[in-house]
């Protein structure tokens, strides 16, 4: 894919695509939290939001995380309207797959406070594949900087990370909403099996890029969503050790994958100059 320098034109239209959509975004915020309307999220659909309403579900305190992502999501959207971000090839290739996951996240809100769960779960898979897309620009842009590792890299990565346990639990939801038990060995055994596909497609996302700082931002919130997934069956309301034992360790093999992926990554920018200052003889 060739990512052509911005325009004066298309850095203007960008602007403004992603100014509306963070204004989509903030209002869904508002909606989603209780904010305009009565209630949050959590207290909509029945409850099957909530944390103890699934096996999957995150303990409560594992959503604190959003704050950390939303102030970097605002970091972006403002960073889009500095001067750097006039010539900065980044700021410009991933304004159209950052607005649509700016976009869909206030609609994700609003579908969920709604009792929507089907459309939650395909906004869900939107917000996961402009993300993706994300990964996808940054493998052809060349470093930038401090800016672009920060507002991009660890942004993304840690609403990407974050996403991925989010879209399995919003999964999980919906099939309870839909009549499936949300108890039991067969819920216990579908549960595991959705955990281990947050450890595969993990791994897989982690091999399918080399950018450090997306790395660390995406382990850190798979992760953290994983680990809370565990104290959740452990300790909260609804308790299963089977598929809290089983959310650990689907935290820790996160880690050491993306321990490895980081240190593999920053080994080889070391090896890079060194083998170019090897003379030849």
């Not at 963070?22 to 909606?31: E, F, S, Y």
């Not at 096996?55 to 305190?61: D, F, K, N, V, Y």
């Amino acid at each position: 894919m060739k990512v052509s320098s911005p325009t004066p034109s298309s850095v203007a239209g960008g602007r403004i695509l992603v100014t509306l959509a963070a204004v989509v975004w903030l209002l869904g915020t508002a909606v989603g939290t209780g904010i305009l309307g009565e209630g949050g999220v959590e207290s909509q659909a029945g409850g099957l939001l909530s944390d103890h309403a699934t096996l999957i579900a995150p303990h409560g305190p594992a959503f604190s995380v959003w704050l950390v992502i939303y102030v970097g999501m605002a970091g972006y959207v403002v960073w889009q309207w500095l001067p750097r971000a006039t010539t900065s090839v980044w700021a410009s290739a991933t304004r159209v797959p950052a607005a649509i996951s700016l976009a869909l996240n206030g609609i994700w809100l609003q579908a969920a406070f709604a009792g929507l769960l089907g459309v939650s779960v395909l906004v869900m898979a939107g917000i996961l594949v402009s993300l993706c897309w994300i990964v996808a620009i940054g493998k052809q842009l060349p470093k930038e900087g401090r800016q672009e590792l920060v507002w991009v890299q660890v942004t993304c990565g840690l609403y990407l990370g974050w996403i991925c346990v989010a879209t399995v639990a919003n999964v999980a939801a919906w099939l309870v909403d839909l009549g499936v038990p949300p108890t039991g060995e067969n819920a216990v055994g579908l549960t595991v099996v959705m955990l281990l596909v947050v450890v595969v497609l993990a791994a897989v996302v982690l091999r399918s890029t080399t950018m450090v700082g997306f790395q660390i931002g995406f382990t850190c919130t798979v992760a953290w969503g994983l680990a809370w997934v565990g104290v959740a069956r452990l300790t909260g309301q609804l308790i299963s050790t089977p598929v809290g034992w089983a959310a650990v360790t689907a935290a820790g093999l996160v880690l050491v994958v993306g321990t490895i992926r980081v240190v593999q990554r920053l080994g080889s920018a070391k090896a890079r100059p060194a083998q170019r200052s090897v003379p030849q003889g």
